[in-house]
């Protein structure tokens, strides 16, 4: 019996996140639903994702400083559990800073129906990628992994 191929680490995170973002804008645009219209919309948004790129630019950082690999796809090549800098905060503030990238994007489009995107993207990324990565972690760092589980949080 031959099994299936599995989504896991097989599209890179900031992948998904441009085709959601597409997805929301499109949503916004052609089934609003419910618009709103916020002042200077794009300003305000720009400065939410601008924001978001600054925490995950903080957590690429961090993996340099460590000298660990920042490859989504192939986290069993891991070398040091980076448990500093915004990592005492939340376990994947890269991916936490694309999902606020995606809530200035929201903010921005002005359609309600597009907020779907950042439950699609959350649920995606976390079944997708960070299961898979804790696992590799896991496998990788054993109960150092699993005492830093337990201290932080995988979003916030």
Known sequence: MTTLPTLDHRI?????????????WALARWLPIVEFELPWPWLTGGAVAVLGGGVSLAGVRQFKRARTTVSPLHPER????????????????MYAGIALVLVGCFLAFGGLSAL????????????????????ALQSRFGRDFSDYQAQVGRWL
């Open 12 to 24: 890179p995170p900031p992948v998904v996140a441009v085709l959601v973002a597409a997805a929301m």
């Open 78 to 93: 891991a070398s040091v559990l980076v448990t500093t800098g915004i990592y005492r905060h939340t376990r994947n503030p």
């Open 116 to 135: 779907v995107g950042l439950p699609a993207f959350v649920a995606y990324i976390s079944r997708f990628q960070i299961v898979p990565e804790e696992r």
